[in-house]
């Protein structure tokens, strides 16, 4: 199941399957940033099946410093990999886990159970990889009224928040075009019924904006509670339910990226961001170089070391 079928399903728990996050200082020659990308691109290539070693490879050849990898059932085997393998081939080519993405029907009380074990499975994966952050993915906005499913959700998250502390790992909620967290007033909802120890917030920039946010007020608005990012960039008006159109490489939309790298640095954020494009016209390698390009020379040099 990919990203857009979980968030079109508001039945299915989906598993996701890090390492930097505010509250925890940078270690000794580790930048205050770390740059990640999503596995996401390579998958959803319609041309190709791409193995995951050559995914790998592309992030060492770009100079990332990590990746998002959320593991789905069977992609190690069928690449030829195990756990240990897999996670021999990225200590190999210098790069970290970032972070898992993953997402459950929080607000279904009945399925409580079912949703405590897949966070558990989730946090256990992490924890394998070296990793920290769980990027927490609403379910469909087709589920109900969006407010009163945040009301029903934060009990659960605020829960699980708690029992990924005490596992040394953190959850962000992830504002998401199509999810019932999507519009700037079910964002302020959603962080005020949860609790700041617990639950923090992993935004896109591309979200915020498709969902009608002024990024940078958002990201003002809960500087405090920021743990982990992804960059996205888009343009034009989006229709529901895909924004596949709207995607763009990093610096060829309308979303001002330098202005959240000034604030960032004004507010000494430390931790992951995590290039995140679902979708591309070229190729994956192709458009990573863009973006990563882009990154390298009107991003870095903002917040510099």
Known sequence: MNRRQFISSVSTVTLGAGAGMLSFPSFWGRPPIRWAMGVILWRGYAARRIPLQEVIQDMHDL????VEYSPRKGELERNGLTRESFRDLLRKKKLAVSAHYWGAPFYDAGRKAEIVASFRETMESLKFYGSKNIVVG???RKAGDPAELIRKSAPLLNELGKMALDQ?????IHPHYNTFIEKPGEIDLAMELTDPRYVHLSPDTGHLA???????EILRTYKDRLNYFH?????GEVKRPNFGPNLRELGKGEVDLPAVMRLLKEIKFRGWINQEQDSTRLTPRESA?????YINAKLKPIYGR
Not at 168 to 172: D, M
């Open 138 to 140: 609403p379910g469909s």
């Open 231 to 235: 960059f996205k960039d888009v343009a």
């Open 210 to 216: 498709m969902g009608g946010g002024n990024v940078l």
């Open 168 to 172: 040394g790992i953190q959850i962000g």
């Open 289 to 293: 170089t863009q973006s990563i390009a």
């Open 63 to 66: 100079g990332l410093d990590g």
